[in-house]
């Protein structure tokens, strides 16, 4: 009787899958790697060769050079390939750009590696794609009962809102470079604000690669104060990476709204301590009920759980009489919040 630990096991280098001879999202080099997506605690440079969506790839050419590796098999999503004795393939996570569940199967059992997904709509990626399997590999970072995020155009509505109420002031929002930066600029395109939006320069080749996917974001301008004046700024968007608001960067602009966009902000401690004075709850991973509902969605006959809050969500299956456990795996940041 085959057993799910027979196609896929975790290793020191990452999930490791012995009868296709690959790891998925390996946090260590290896001669073979399947990758999910391309944030940098799932998508790293060193490997000889890597599967991933063609987008993934783009984007890891573009953080870590041409040469991250010695050889690309691009993923069509939906599409089948036989690697040794496995069929593997690609389906939309609905995380950021390029991002994808990888599907494994051998002798009849199907495992689904989900990476990092989301179920709300993002217009600046694929959606997440259920796809039916005997065991669903999910991740756990917001697998709190504590963590409901709120409507997303709400979120955004508070960001108008607050430029609305103070014209004079910038208003600088934390964003992750790779997925949130663009969501957000997305978000406040759909809602019809039309003026520049100033970036900070980490984020400008990410921004021009996802212009190029036909995803709109507006007239972008770099946020630099040479050759102009603070007040320049007065009642502007302008978004960065969360590190640059700790730098005097952030001290070029005038009087300004500190905000920071992040699944994380529904903890108030956390918004203190960085001081976000206008916290955003915009998560690019699920919040506790799409985790628990996409898990009764696919009813698979067996959950594992990775990187984040595991035992709440172990305790739910339990209750559920649903089998699941824990896969300990290490090396996976909240990079992509």
Same mark, same amino acid.
């Given at each position: 009787?085959?057993?799910?630990?027979?196609?896929?096991?975790?290793?020191?280098?990452?999930?490791?899958?012995?009868?296709?001879?690959?790891?998925?999202?390996?946090?260590?080099?290896?001669?073979?790697?399947?990758?999910?997506?391309?944030?940098?605690?799932?998508?790293?440079?060193?490997?000889?060769?890597?599967?991933?969506?063609?987008?993934?790839?783009?984007?890891?050419?573009?953080?870590?050079?041409?040469?991250?590796?010695?050889?690309?098999?691009?993923?069509?999503?939906?599409?089948?390939?036989?690697?040794? /004795?496995?069929?593997? !393939?690609?389906?939309?996570?609905?995380? =950021? *750009?390029?991002? &994808?569940?990888?599907?494994?199967?051998? +002798? %009849?059992?199907?495992?689904?590696?989900?990476?990092?997904?989301?179920?709300?709509?993002?217009?600046?990626?694929?959606?997440?794609?259920?796809?039916?399997?005997?065991?669903?590999?999910?991740?756990?970072?917001?697998?709190?009962?504590?963590?409901?995020?709120?409507?997303?155009?709400?979120?955004?509505?508070?960001?108008?809102?607050?430029?609305?109420?103070?014209?004079?002031?910038?208003?600088?929002?934390?964003?992750?470079?790779?997925?949130?930066?663009?969501?957000?600029?997305?978000?406040?395109?759909?809602?019809?604000?039309?003026?520049?939006?100033?970036?900070?320069?980490?984020?400008?080749?990410?921004? /021009?690669?996802?212009? !190029?996917?036909?995803?709109?974001?507006? =007239? *972008?301008?770099? &946020?630099?104060?040479?050759?102009?004046? +603070? %007040?320049?700024?007065?009642?502007?968007?302008?978004?960065?990476?969360?590190?640059?608001?700790?730098?005097?960067?952030?001290?070029?602009?005038?009087?300004?709204?500190?905000?920071?966009?992040?699944?994380?902000?529904?903890?108030?401690?956390?918004?203190?301590?960085?001081?976000?004075?206008?916290?955003?709850?915009?998560?690019?991973?699920?919040?506790?009920?799409?985790?628990?509902?996409?898990?009764?969605?696919?009813?698979?006959?067996?959950?594992?759980?990775?990187?984040?809050?595991?035992?709440?969500?172990?305790?739910?299956?339990?209750?559920?009489?649903?089998?699941?456990?824990?896969?300990?795996?290490?090396?996976?940041?909240?990079?992509?919040?």
């Amino acid at each position: 009787m085959i057993r799910p630990e027979d196609l896929l096991r975790p290793m020191p280098e990452g999930l490791y899958c012995p009868p296709g001879d690959f790891y998925i999202d390996p946090v260590r080099p290896v001669d073979r790697a399947l990758v999910t997506h391309g944030h940098a605690d799932h998508a790293r440079p060193g490997n000889a060769r890597v599967m991933a969506t063609r987008q993934t790839l783009d984007i890891m050419a573009l953080r870590y050079g041409d040469a991250f590796c010695a050889e690309r098999q691009v993923a069509k999503l939906g599409e089948t390939t036989r690697i040794g /004795d496995v069929t593997v !393939s690609f389906h939309p996570a609905g995380h =950021v *750009l390029g991002s &994808a569940q990888i599907a494994v199967e051998w +002798k %009849g059992l199907r495992i689904v590696a989900s990476g990092d997904y989301k179920r709300r709509a993002d217009p600046t990626c694929r959606s997440f794609e259920p796809v039916p399997c005997d065991v669903f590999i999910t991740e756990a970072t917001f697998a709190l009962p504590v963590f409901r995020h709120p409507d997303t155009a709400g979120e955004i509505g508070k960001l108008l809102d607050s430029l609305r109420h103070f014209p004079e002031r910038a208003h600088l929002v934390g964003a992750y470079a790779l997925g949130k930066a663009q969501r957000v600029i997305k978000h406040l395109r759909d809602r019809g604000y039309d003026e520049p939006i100033y970036i900070h320069g980490a984020l400008k080749k990410l921004c /021009d690669y996802y212009q !190029s996917q036909g995803v709109d974001l507006g =007239v *972008l301008k770099p &946020a630099t104060v040479e050759g102009g004046r +603070k %007040g320049d700024f007065a009642g502007a968007v302008i978004v960065g990476p969360p590190s640059a608001f700790a730098d005097k960067w952030a001290r070029r602009f005038p009087d300004p709204v500190a905000s920071f966009a992040s699944g994380w902000m529904r903890v108030r401690q956390r918004a203190r301590q960085r001081g976000v004075e206008l916290p955003l709850i915009v998560s690019d991973h699920c919040d506790w009920d799409e985790l628990t509902e996409t898990l009764d969605e696919l009813a698979p006959q067996e959950v594992w759980v990775t990187h984040g809050r595991e035992e709440a969500l172990l305790r739910w299956c339990e209750l559920r009489q649903r089998r699941a456990k824990p896969l300990h795996l290490v090396g996976y940041e909240d990079e992509a919040e």
